[in-house]
């Protein structure tokens, strides 16, 4: 079985924003995606924040595509870390940064593992 690195290591990402083409992973030849995410910092003003990663899925990598929920990782503070195992998914697969804190905030994190 065939399987490829997965990543998007120091991204930097709006919180609550819908994602851009940058956020889509291409996995049209694999059926399982193990990610570990790591929240480095969140940037905001507010206190007792938490941001998460929500994951979608979809047959076109256009953002403004129909776009399906697939998962989402625990909600997660500074120096959090989660993993999780996808499966079922359609050939395109992004993240989408959610969070408790207001808009105009950012999250710095790491999200990588392996698609087989």
Known sequence: MAETVVMASGAAASMNKKP???AVFD????RELELELSVLSIKTEASN???TLLMETS???DPEANWKPLGAFTPL???GTDRRRYAGFLRYVRWHVISNAEEGGTV???LRGMAR
């Open 108 to 110: 710095v994190f790491n």
């Open 20 to 22: 851009g083409k940058e």
């Open 49 to 51: 924040v938490w941001a």
């Open 27 to 30: 996995l049209w030849a694999f």
């Open 77 to 79: 503070s500074d120096g």
């Open 59 to 61: 047959m076109d990598p």
